[in-house]
């Protein structure tokens, strides 16, 4: 029979993106480095928005995370993505340096590090920490691929297939001795059985959904589809790492340059960066919620 033969693949299929998607919740309350992200993007924003009614926000609009490499510096030379990246990175390899300890035993190592400027070196340290955020966000990557209609709608449907069969058996008659009509009778039972267990599993999942999203942004998951929280940081994370590909660039080449020359230059002073306003994304408070006393 046809539904008996598209029935496992598709319950399995379901019980794999409820998983992929639970495991997806735990990985965006756990990490973090993706939290560090997120305040380095609201303290940038309150920077470029000072003086204004959202210069002091708690918060800002997620879809706002895919727009980030297109807000340009006042010289064009950087992004804000570029820019908040960086900080988070020197950062992060500033927090490496103080747990190992800032000096080392080996004098071929202190030589080496003569050449290489500080912030070059907590970008050096720093680097692996970003480049490993892909990884430790894979069941979100799998989670942002997962057709949200098809998703809510397989108990469904497969609950309406399950009517349907037993309706046409009923229409057999009292065939009651038949092998095949109670074979089927039995398989559409635990049918039954199976799409009440995984409907409630599907409730409390998206449950979760709701929570998390508003977790990150109070009221959004009244708004937006429940999935699409997930496709955002998919798309952020991809941005991310293009901008860890760009920096290691840019500490190989000062390295070959610092390797170069002799003797080693002083490290140039940058000018701060600065950016235009970034009115739109940011909102100026947050309503607390109580999903977020729920982790």
């Known amino acids: 029979m046809l539904f008996r033969s598209s029935y496992d693949p598709e319950i399995l299929n379901l019980k794999e993106n409820l998983q992929t998607i639970e495991l997806s919740c735990k990985e965006l309350r756990t990490s973090r480095i993706f939290l560090r992200l997120l305040e380095a993007i609201l303290k940038a924003g309150n920077r470029m928005n000072a003086g204004t009614a959202r210069g002091n926000a708690q918060g800002f609009n ?54 290489v400027d500080k912030d070059t070196q907590h970008l050096m340290l720093g680097l692996p920490v970003l480049q490993g955020l892909g990884l430790a966000f894979s069941n979100v990557k799998k989670a942002a691929t997962i057709d949200y209609d098809s998703f809510i709608n397989t108990c469904p449907n497969l609950t309406t297939r399950v009517n349907d069969v037993r309706q046409l058996i009923t229409c057999c008659g009292n065939a009651e001795r038949d092998q095949f009509v109670r074979e089927t009778k039995g398989f559409l039972e635990e049918c039954e059985e199976e799409l009440k267990v995984i409907r409630e599993e599907q409730t409390r999942v998206m449950e979760l959904v709701k929570r998390t999203t508003e977790y990150y942004q109070a009221g959004s998951s009244k708004n937006t589809q429940s999935l699409q929280l997930f496709a955002i940081v998919k798309d952020f994370l991809d941005m991310v790492d293009k901008v860890c590909v760009d920096i290691t660039k840019k500490v190989q080449k000062k390295n070959a340059s610092s390797i170069e020359s002799s003797p080693p230059r002083l490290p140039t002073p940058r000018a701060p960066v600065r950016f235009r306003n970034l009115k739109t994304y940011f909102t100026p408070e947050i309503v607390s919620s109580e999903s977020e006393n729920e982790f």
């Open 62 to 115: 997620l879809t706002a995370l895919q727009k980030l490499s297109y807000v340009k510096s006042n010289d064009g030379k950087t992004t804000l993505l570029h820019f908040v990246v960086e900080q988070v990175i020197c950062s992060e390899g500033k927090r490496r340096l103080i747990n190992k300890g800032s000096e080392e035993d080996n004098e071929d190592s202190d030589r080496k590090k003569e050449k």
